[in-house]
């Protein structure tokens, strides 16, 4: 089995294959999801000092602060699950 890693930015890399969910801190429900995470340790900040631009939710339940947008880090994941397509010249 081939690891893939996904940059979540700043140096940072997630297992993509442990990914569950790539979501926008700014609802509620997201908030209380990170302080939970915090309480529980399970809480991983990667923003580098930035501010929180997207939630990583991993099969873990580990929550990942990354400090670039939610869609950005979507499309890195979906060119890496499909690297035929990157490659395509339009």
Same mark, same amino acid.
């Given at each position: 089995m081939e690891i893939k890693l996904l940059n979540i930015?700043?140096?940072n890399t997630v297992i993509a294959n @442990?990914?569950?969910a790539i979501v926008s801190p700014a609802s509620a429900p997201m908030k209380r999801?990170?302080?939970d995470a915090k309480q529980a340790n399970k809480l991983i900040d #990667?923003?580098?000092g930035r501010r929180? @631009? #997207?939630i990583i939710i991993t099969d873990s339940d580990?929550?990942?602060l990354?400090?670039?947008q939610a869609e950005t880090i979507a499309q890195r994941l979906t060119s890496e699950s499909h690297p035929?397509? #990157?490659n395509l010249i339009k």
């Open positions: 930015g700043f140096g @442990r990914v569950v999801l990170k302080e #990667a923003t580098m929180t @631009r #997207a580990h929550i990942i990354s400090g670039v035929k397509d #990157a």
